[in-house]
């Protein structure tokens, strides 16, 4: 109880009971039940402290202190809270969800009271998003808004800041933006050859195991197992919070095993440029694609390259989306992609089949015109 004194202001303390319509706090010190509830001063002057120490508790006697619940709060004052939260800051998509609270959630909504946040609302926001040139912007850019809107005041709704959260009333439409682009045998060894030499392991190991962007550049040595040929993903490090064991193909474990004689001892991370944890390839990706001639690929179309690979060679589903770290067959099929060479193959097999298993079908090398 009483003052604390911290780096950026004094707090006073106090045990509280709330209210039976949970619009006040109430002075309950001793008394079963009653919460520590802490108030920030918002100074480092002891005097000043003392006397709002005294107004807090004679507002407490009186059952005056309004609850969090009962204070109108504006959407741009929980929004600073919530991305100040730990475990918001402790998500994967923390720096991206920053842009959109602050560039485009609170711009829009900012002003309103939190509690006075209606579906329209949402829906008048996804009318008018637009790109920084003006232009519409995407379905699924809006979309990630959504999400990021969705998520920020299901989170008030926990605190007891909301009753309903608006944004879960209005779906989220369908971007239809599945793709199917793999490279071709004849692009993936001419991207590979003209890659940069940082560059071309990051692009084994999404192009052989699937693994995603993230899950690559922070991979550190110690989850490296060349002896068993493993690579150990914690739940941490992957965007499914799932661990997972990747088995390596011969290609990437010689390729770790290469870049394990001439690590740097001054960082764990496997993948490096200049001596520092690699974090970023987009300039040297593009540039690896202008130099091979390949158009419409992004680095995440990989996956679907390892996924559609890992079908052809007659991988089981299942061991399958275990290495890539799908959670659904509906992931898998999206990522696998079914070209006129596959259809061809399966029309081939079938005829195998049935000149073995099938009395009277013709056999095409005997077969006359």
């Known amino acids: 109880m009483g003052l604390t004194k911290r780096r950026d202001s004094y707090y006073v303390e106090f045990r509280v009971i709330e209210s039976e319509d949970g619009k006040s706090w109430s002075l309950a010190s001793g008394v079963p039940g009653a919460k520590k509830k802490r108030w920030k001063v918002g100074c480092l002057n002891k005097t000043i402290a003392r006397e709002m120490e005294a107004a807090i508790k004679t507002r407490l006697l009186l059952g005056h202190e309004k609850t969090e619940q009962a204070k109108p709060i504006l959407f741009r004052e929980w929004a600073k809270a919530y991305l100040e939260l730990e475990s918001v800051k402790r998500l994967r998509s923390y720096q991206d969800r920053v842009e959109i609270v602050e560039k485009q959630l609170v711009p829009f909504f900012g002003g309103k009271i939190l509690t006075s946040i209606v579906p329209q609302d949402v829906e008048t926001y996804r009318g008018q998003r637009k790109k920084k040139n003006g232009n519409p912007a995407s379905i699924q850019t ?3 808004d959504h999400i990021v809107l969705k998520h920020c005041l299901n989170v008030a709704v926990r605190r007891g800041l909301l009753q309903i959260n608006p944004a879960t009333r209005v779906p989220l439409p369908d971007p239809q933006n599945a793709r199917d682009r793999v490279l071709t045998e004849e692009e993936w060894s001419k991207l590979h050859q003209v890659a940069k030499p940082h560059l071309k392991p990051v692009l084994q190991l999404a192009y052989q195991l699937g693994q995603r962007f993230g899950e690559i550049v922070g991979l550190t040595w110690d989850r490296v197992d060349l002896k068993r040929g493993f690579i150990t993903l914690r739940s941490q490090d992957t965007k499914t919070k799932k661990p997972r064991q990747v088995p390596m193909t011969p290609d990437v ?14 960082t764990r991370h496997v993948f490096t440029f200049k001596g520092k944890p690699l974090q970023r390839i987009s300039r040297s990706f593009r540039t690896a694609l202008k130099n091979a001639g390949i158009t419409d690929f992004r680095f995440h179309d990989l996956r679907h390259c390892a996924s559609t690979n890992l079908r052809r060679a007659g991988v089981d589903t299942a061991t399958a989306m275990k290495i890539v770290g799908h959670q659904s067959e509906k992931s898998w099929k999206r990522y696998n992609a079914i070209e006129e060479r596959d259809l061809l193959e399966a029309a081939l097999k079938v ?9 009277g079908t013709l056999d095409p090398k005997t077969e006359s015109l």
């Open 142 to 144: 809006v979309n990630n």
């Open 253 to 266: 474990r010689m390729t770790l095993q290469r870049l394990a004689k001439v690590r740097s001892l001054s």
């Open 351 to 359: 005829q195998k089949y049935l000149q073995k298993n099938t009395p």
